[in-house]
């Protein structure tokens, strides 16, 4: 399956961006909001935002009538047409490293969600042996991935990770279930779990050697739930957090203790789904019900 380009660059109405410091140390970055977009077809609706590469290349998933699919919105602010697994009823990309390596998963004819991963239209499956659904959540330049299963005896998710095609799983002790988000090109592995209230969420990360720290936690008295999304090589994790009123903030980590709180000025709620090399930042936000993406930059000060 070949990409179809389409050039016609589209920008959503650009809000301002509010930015809360809450760390332990005085942050030493500011984050500008640059952009928000929408899909371009009529008839096909912006859903998600994933990963964001080197190139500033963004993935993330449309819904259609009958049927959802992958998009990537290109540096220069196109879109490809809706990318979908052949056969599939529903496609979602969720990761893209520097060679346009994709992830992400699908549901096909048999109602089973399969990971996946596509190199340039070329699709190949991925399943965790005996799992009951999977999902490839996010890839770097070594072509390591990371991503979630459920087993059969399960009700909730455990992580895993491929590393030099080496597998391992990924689960927090005592944790009610896992869920893996990103990989740097280190071998880091972020992402978040649940306590065994299956309501209570904090964020974790895995270095390359297996080692896990946690319980990562954006500060404070109000916060019940914080998701880390995606880490880049320098040290920045990008995510979200829940307050306890239920509304969702996207968050920006500086490793290991600096935090910085970030929201689309207006919306219900924001989410930061993935960090570059050169700090820029992919979302997305919902206004009035309605999702819409963002592209966001980090600046070192």
């Known amino acids: 399956m070949r990409k179809m380009i389409l050039g016609i660059p589209f920008t959503a109405p650009l809000f301002l961006a509010a930015m809360d410091l809450v760390a332990a140390r005085q942050p030493q970055f500011t984050v500008e909001l640059i952009t928000t977009f929408d899909y371009p077809i009529d008839g096909i609706v912006f859903q998600s935002t994933g990963a964001i590469n080197t190139q500033d290349d963004i993935v993330g998933a449309v819904s259609q009538p009958f049927q959802s699919g992958g998009f990537m919105r290109f540096s220069n602010g196109t879109f490809s047409q809706p990318l979908s697994f052949p056969g599939a009823m529903q496609t979602s990309l969720l990761g893209i490293n520097d ?10 004819g048999d109602g089973v969600q399969h990971g996946f991963l596509d190199s340039a239209g070329v699709f190949t499956s991925y399943d965790v042996p005996g799992a009951i659904s999977t999902t490839v959540e996010s890839v770097n330049n070594s072509a390591d991935f990371s991503g979630n299963y459920q087993s059969p ?4 998710l455990d992580g895993f990770v491929s590393l030099g095609g080496a597998f391992s799983t990924i689960t927090i002790p005592e944790a009610g279930g896992t869920v893996t988000r990103g990989i740097n ?6 992402g978040w779990y649940l306590e065994e209230d299956f309501f209570t969420a904090h964020g974790f990360l895995r270095a390359r ?38 509304i969702r903030h996207g968050l920006i980590l500086q490793l290991p203790d600096t935090f910085v709180s ?30 819409h993406g963002l592209i966001a930059r980090l600046h070192a000060q």
């Open 99 to 108: 060679e346009r390596l994709r992830c992400g998963f699908y549901i096909g």
């Open 185 to 190: 090109n280190r071998g880091q592995v972020v």
């Open 209 to 246: 050697s297996g080692t896990l720290t946690y319980p990562i936690d954006f500060p404070g008295t109000n916060v019940v739930q914080t998701d880390l999304e995606a880490t880049n090589d320098r040290g920045f994790v990008v995510g979200g957090w829940v307050d306890d009123s239920g």
């Open 153 to 156: 005896t399960e009700v909730f």
């Open 262 to 291: 970030f929201d689309v000025v207006g919306s219900d709620s924001t989410i930061l789904t993935g960090i570059n090399n050169s700090g820029a930042i992919a979302g997305w936000y919902y206004l009035s019900g309605i999702p």
